[in-house]
């Protein structure tokens, strides 16, 4: 009679290292199956963004036409305004002037306010959950991030606050950066929403005037120039105090 197989024989049966690297095994496919869902995710959300780039290109003019034309659902430009404000196919003055011009200061203003901040906050989410190897990459190649960053270091409220007023780094790169950093969502939404009420109202005021009395745009940019230069006043009284305090300290 010929030999009884063993269960280290051939074939017949699993070996010690694989009866000891089965939960081993099962680890490394549990974190498989979470990379390949995690990837799925990031490309759907890919997909999708670049098809909105793609849709806004390509009827952005029509977008604009539809913005001015009758009656028009306001849910419907919410949705659109906030599209626009994230996909940068033009600048999002020219959207906020014509949501101006249709509705007026008041209504227009605030349609202004909430979609681009509603679109900041998509966007800080996105980079914060998803994103964040691109948005290093970014911010490696951004070089004049370290005025903000030295903002950042002494009031992060104040710092996107500041950032939102007076937009001496582009709103990108302030999402970016707050996104990766240890910054609150709740902070983060706060200082957006407050930093951009002058800036949209201002463009909704413009595009009221463009359509009922264009002479008055001068006198709007005139004060909202002189608003600028507070700020920036401000600003800079409050950079000089934290660095008198930092020394002393």
Not at 140 to 165: C, G, N, P, S, W
Not at 178 to 185: E, G, Q
Not at 225 to 244: D, T
């Amino acid at each position: 009679m010929g030999a009884q197989p063993t269960i280290g024989d051939g074939d017949s049966g699993p070996s010690r290292t694989q009866i000891r690297g089965s939960p081993r095994n099962g680890l490394r496919k549990c974190r498989t199956e979470e990379n390949v869902r995690y990837m799925l995710k990031k490309w759907l959300i890919s997909l999708g963004y670049v098809s909105a780039i793609i849709v806004m290109i390509m009827y952005k003019d029509e977008v604009l036409h539809w913005l001015e034309a009758g009656s028009v659902d306001l849910v419907l430009v919410f949705g659109i305004a906030v599209l626009l404000a994230m996909v940068p196919v033009l600048p999002y003055g020219v959207v906020a002037g014509v949501i101006g011009a249709k509705y007026g200061p008041v209504v227009g203003g605030a349609l202004n306010v909430f979609s681009s901040t509603f679109a900041a906050a998509l966007l800080f989410l996105s980079l914060r959950l998803i994103f964040q190897e691109q948005g290093k990459k970014f911010l490696a190649k951004y070089k004049r991030i370290d005025q903000f960053t030295q903002l950042m270091e002494q009031h992060a409220f104040v710092a996107v606050l500041t950032a939102r007023l007076i937009p001496f780094i582009p709103a990108l790169a302030v999402n970016v950066y707050t996104a990766l950093s240890r910054m609150s969502f709740g902070t983060f939404f706060a200082a957006t929403l407050i930093g951009k009420i002058p800036v949209m109202f201002v463009f909704a005021i413009i595009g009221d005037q463009l359509v009922s009395d264009w002479r008055q745009v001068a006198w709007t940019a005139l004060g909202y120039a002189l608003f600028l230069f507070l700020v920036w006043m401000l600003y800079r009284s409050y950079q000089k105090r934290a660095a008198n305090k930092s020394k002393a300290a």
